[in-house]
């Protein structure tokens, strides 16, 4: 899984897969984006983290690229005609951004997305148009790269020579089964890491890695995470060290386990609150059936509404409170029984002991 180059000036590069990344968080991590394809999220559970996400994602990525503006600046340059700019650089380049991210918005679900060179030099271009005399070609020359970002600058390899055999080697290690087979967000990180170390472009190498993760994300079918990823690595006081030793070690490991708690910590507590709307919302449904089929009665289904709220009731309290009174206060307590006992029949309530039952909402899950 792992794979070695002996580069022709830079020595020895080790393309690592992250075999010491936490397998529980991965796991948990690859099943909270498993459901985030096919479980609704409610706008109103998800509170402002989707709020114009994709808008706030084109901010981060060229704010993380050092064009600080603000976000209604970026905003207005992005919607502009890019005729109006001249030798403005900064605006030229976020113009470009916004180009680039209406590519990813673009993207369609592919199960065979290839990450190869058509792709790189392609989104490449798009990210240096007007900006530099050869976007798509791979570099000559040495760059320092990170002077802000880290403690001291990273200096990726120098020579064509080099970039070239590296980049090859990368496409063939990326889109091989193994590394495919480790998941999306292995296979996401590693695109992001491998390009950032490898810095193949003079100009925009390190927003083409943060793009490039979030595409794979995007082909995946993933919803949200390709523009999350960027917000939060702005916010973030531990993106830039954790690159800074990615860069020293080559061991992508800690910046897998650090992107796996950005997807649980994000979409898992938002996932569980949609999961419990969507399973009170089938609850309901399933009662609604139960009493068009007649298998339950209108008193026993005004019952079970009351529970929703209030959870349990004890036999003696269906004809003695207030709230109960309205289905149960004319009826005999050989009726009160027989309800009790349908109810249990179908799994509707559980017996606690001491003639009280709580609601089983459980029941659509085999429990």
């Known amino acids: 899984m792992n794979k070695e ?131 798509a070609n791979y570099r000559n020359h040495p760059v320092s790269a990170f002077e802000k970002q880290f403690s001291k600058p990273y200096s990726p390899p120098e020579t064509k020579l080099d970039i070239n055999l590296l980049m090859k080697s990368f496409y063939e290690w990326i889109n091989s089964p193994e590394i495919i087979s480790c998941g999306i967000v292995t296979r996401a990180s590693l695109a992001h890491l491998c390009l950032i170390r490898i810095y193949p472009f003079a100009g925009s190498s390190e927003a083409l890695a943060r793009l490039t993760e979030s595409f794979v994300y995007k082909a995946a079918g993933i919803g949200y995470v390709p523009y999350l990823l960027s917000t939060v690595y702005k916010e973030s006081t531990d993106y830039f060290p954790i690159l800074e030793r990615y860069t020293e070690t080559g061991d992508p490991s800690e910046f897998i386990d650090f992107v796996c708690g950005i997807i649980v910590d994000s979409l898992g507590e938002i996932q569980k609150k949609s999961l419990d709307i969507v399973a009170e919302e089938m609850f309901g449904s399933y009662i609604r059936r139960l009493l068009e089929t007649k298998e339950i009665s209108e008193r026993l289904s005004g019952l079970i509404n009351i529970l929703k709220k209030r959870g349990s ?22 009726t009160v029984r027989r309800d009790i006992v349908r109810l249990s029949e179908l799994g509707l309530i559980k017996d606690k002991g001491n003639e009280e039952y709580t609601l089983n909402r459980d029941i659509l899950f085999g429990r």
């Open 5 to 135: 180059v002996s580069t022709f000036h830079a020595g020895r590069f080790l393309f690592n897969a992250g075999g010491g990344a936490n397998r529980s968080k991965l796991a948990e991590a690859e099943g909270t984006l498993f459901l985030a394809g096919r479980l609704p999220v409610f706008p109103d559970t998800a509170g402002g983290i989707f709020l114009n996400l994709e808008k706030r994602a084109l901010y981060a990525a060229s704010e993380l690229a050092g064009n600080a503006l603000s976000l209604s600046e970026t905003e207005s340059i992005v919607n502009s005609d890019e005729s109006l700019f001249g030798e403005d650089s900064r605006a030229v380049r976020l113009f470009n951004f916004g180009r680039a991210y209406a590519a990813l918005s673009a993207q369609e679900k592919c199960e065979n997305f290839l990450i190869d060179e058509n792709f790189i030099t392609s989104l490449n271009s798009v990210l240096e148009k007007k900006l530099s005399n050869e976007p």
């Open 313 to 334: 009731f004890r036999q003696s309290e269906l004809q003695l409170m207030k709230e109960f009174t309205a289905l149960y206060g004319g009826v005999s307590r050989t």
